[in-house]
């Protein structure tokens, strides 16, 4: 018996936050240059999270959980006995490992030879002698964060999930830094960052993007058993439409009839599908029961 099947986007088919993160980790380096705080240390901690990123992937938190594990790690040591060298692997090792036990998967050896690399790099030969306790606990890369995160979490409130919100809301954390630097702020450096944080929002960037593991396998079973198939989604049209061709998307939802972004809220737009074919029985697919399940279930 075929029924109709809607899916939702994000975080159901395919893994947004993670282009996000790798973003914040790029602009967080180009800060520490700009304001001439690029300390070995810190710059190793943003390779390390980003990573993780890469190596964890689909399963990978949001960046801020690994930094908020590392920090973790950091309160827990003495600083005391061992080299920074060692105390410094000592927590990418033990972060390394809760991540990769958090998420369930397997981490490989090899990490042993990446995590050396990363720790010689926090080290440069002929560094002056450092007090690691006194850098890692308030780290200026977290500053940079934590102001982009104030910033782009009020502009959410009236811009929600518009396009130029989040490379807007790094642009506005560079200006403030520069205020509270005493600096004046650089058009080139503003351009910089706003092209830093359009990388997380182009079509090139899907391109390079698998979809959630199992996601392919199932719509493809479902289509070669030509069940209806539906995707309704909210956020930017004009994104949501580059993640389509990014993706390949057509393959399953060719076209516009099938494959419906909306600005915000799915009840209008599950309704119009629901009513297509009123007497098959209908599935919404999603990861949110506010924005996903709550609303498909008014229309049945």
């Known amino acids: 018996m075929k029924a109709l099947w809607v899916f939702d986007l994000d975080g159901t088919l395919v893994t947004s936050n993670i282009d996000y993160s790798y973003v914040l980790m790029d602009f967080a380096r180009l800060m520490l240059s700009v304001f001439g705080r690029d300390n070995p240390r810190e710059l190793a901690i943003l390779d390390f999270t980003t990573l993780m990123l890469s190596a964890l ?13 590392l920090n973790e790690r ?27 036990r958090r998420s369930g998967v397997s981490g490989g050896m090899e990490f042993r030879n990446v995590c050396l690399d990363i720790v010689a790099s926090a080290f440069p030969a002929g560094a002056q002698s ?14 940079v964060l934590n102001l982009e995160h104030g910033i782009d979490r009020e502009r959410f409130k009236t811009m929600r999930a518009h396009r ?14 520069c205020r509270r630097d005493g600096a004046k702020a650089d058009p080139a450096v503003e351009r910089q960052v706003w092209k830093i944080g359009a990388g997380a929002l182009s079509e090139e960037t899907y391109q390079n993007r698998s979809m ?22 909210a956020g930017d049209r004009q994104v949501q439409w580059m993640k389509w061709r990014g993706y390949n998307l057509g393959r399953f939802f060719p076209t516009q009839r099938e494959f419906r972004p909306v600005k915000r809220g799915k009840l209008d737009t599950l309704k119009a599908i629901r009513s297509l074919q009123p007497d098959v029985p209908t599935f919404m697919v999603g990861d949110s029961v506010g924005s996903d399940l709550v609303p498909a279930e008014k229309p049945g």
Not at 79 to 94: A, E, K, M, N, R
Not at 215 to 224: D, F, H, R, Y
Request: with cysteine; hydrophobic share 35%.
């Open 164 to 177: 130029d919100r989040f490379p807007g809301s790094l642009v506005e954390a560079y200006k403030e830094l």
């Open 130 to 143: 450092i007090s690691l306790e006194s850098e890692l606990k308030n780290p200026f890369f977290q500053q």
């Open 57 to 69: 992937e689909h399963k990978a938190p949001y960046y801020q959980e690994i930094i908020n594990l």
């Open 212 to 233: 959630i593991p199992g996601a392919w396998e199932v719509l493809s079973w479902l289509k070669i058993r030509q069940h209806p198939l539906y995707c309704g989604t």
């Open 74 to 100: 950091i309160e827990e040591n003495t600083f005391t006995g061992v080299t920074p060298q060692d105390c410094f692997s000592g927590i990418l090792t033990s972060t390394y490992r809760e991540l990769h």
